[in-house]
Nanobody, 117 residues
């Protein structure tokens, strides 16, 4: 089992920045891809950014390219998402995700990000 706990959400004005963190524990060696997803009210959950655990190769949704940066601290088993130039449409609950090589998904409880204009 893998446990994921997010932190760092909050309220920020348009153009501001936030940094989300995800602490992973348990059998983290089974995880091959870690990432961030978000879900706004009335919308389906969507990919924000992912990173492979093998080589750290990042992948970003087009809507956040150039503004968000995903990173991982292997020693601390943490995943981060630096969000800059935030827009109102970035408002959502952000979820940390870990996917195993067999395709099993683990999710955190989510953290709210609200961008006010």
């Amino acid at each position: 089992q893998v446990q994921l706990v997010e932190s760092g959400g909050g309220l920020v004005q348009t153009g501001g920045s936030l940094r989300l963190s995800c602490a992973a524990s348990g059998t983290t060696g089974s995880i091959s891809v870690m990432g961030w997803y978000r879900q706004a009210p009335g919308n389906t959950r969507e990919l924000v950014a992912t990173m492979t655990t093998s080589n750290g190769s990042p992948n970003y949704a087009d809507s956040v390219k150039g503004r968000f940066t995903i990173s991982r601290d292997n020693a601390k088993n943490t995943l981060s998402l630096q969000m800059n130039s935030l827009k109102a449409e970035d408002t959502a609950v952000y979820y940390c995700n870990g996917q195993t090589r067999l395709g099993w998904n683990y999710w955190g409880q989510g953290t709210q990000v609200t961008v006010s204009s």
